[in-house]
């Protein structure tokens, strides 16, 4: 069983679109997250949901906007593609507790804008 | 934004133990210290983690120092398998994790 799956894998766009990556975990956990790992592979923070309420919104561009239908899914949304976004998004899930919150992260999404 | 500092890489015959350092000398006193790794492009893959004992599972040990400045991170028989970028975190803030550059572990025969 995938613990934290994504969809798509690859996912190849023009300029000025929009497009969705969806998440979903079957952990059980209250918190999911975006990460996105630019071409230089640093792993940088983007967005965290607790119970479906944002609790995490770094600094990015508003054309990016999380949603959480359910604690199980966490979809990030694109509008308006750049060149700049080309990029792997990593979806992750964690359970807080007072041992720390150990982080399971997705396959990750390879996103190229032409 | 990270709060650790490590090698950017390192070698290790295979079957041999590896052995990654990690400095984090403003670390916090309820702040955890995780590792995870990523094999290519995959998802970042965790290890273990601890916050003043050393830990053991069945992929790892970590051994903390006294004063938790630095950790080391053990792969007990490392295999070709292992070669990976090994992060050390530190968790800052609520579910913040920075990753840094990390550790390119290479893995020979």
């Known amino acids: 069983d995938t613990a934290v799956s994504q969809t798509p894998k690859y996912l190849v766009t023009q300029m000025g679109n929009d497009k969705s990556i969806k998440c979903e975990q079957n952990?059980?956990?209250?918190?999911m997250y975006w990460y996105k790992q630019d071409s230089k592979k640093f792993l940088k923070i983007m967005f965290s949901?607790?119970?479906?309420?944002?609790?995490i919104n770094e600094t990015v561009p508003n054309r990016f906007s999380p949603k959480s239908p359910d604690k199980a899914h966490l979809n990030l949304h694109i509008n308006s593609l750049e060149l700049g976004d080309s990029a792997v998004y990593f979806c992750?899930?964690?359970?807080?507790?007072?041992?720390?919150?150990?982080?399971?992260f997705g396959p990750g999404t390879r996103l190229t804008v032409l | 934004d990270a709060k650790t500092t490590q090698p950017p890489s390192m070698d290790c015959a295979e079957g041999r133990a590896a052995n990654l350092p990690c400095n984090h000398s403003?670390?916090?006193?309820?702040?955890?210290v995780y590792w995870y790794r990523q094999i290519h492009s995959q998802g970042p893959q965790y290890i273990i983690h601890g916050l003043k004992n050393n830990e053991t599972n069945e992929m790892a040990s970590l051994i903390i120092t006294e004063d938790r400045k630095s950790s080391t991170l053990i792969l007990p028989h490392a295999t070709l398998r292992d070669t990976a970028v090994y992060y050390c975190?530190?968790?800052?803030?609520?579910?913040?994790?920075?990753f840094g550059s990390g550790t390119k572990l290479n893995v020979k025969p």
């Open positions: 975190i530190v968790r800052a803030g609520f579910n913040k994790f920075y």
């Open positions: 992750a899930s964690s359970q807080v507790s007072g041992q720390g919150d150990t982080q399971y």
């Open positions: 952990l059980g956990h209250d918190t």
């Open positions: 949901y607790n119970n479906k309420e944002l609790i």
């Open positions: 403003t670390i916090s006193g309820n702040e955890y």
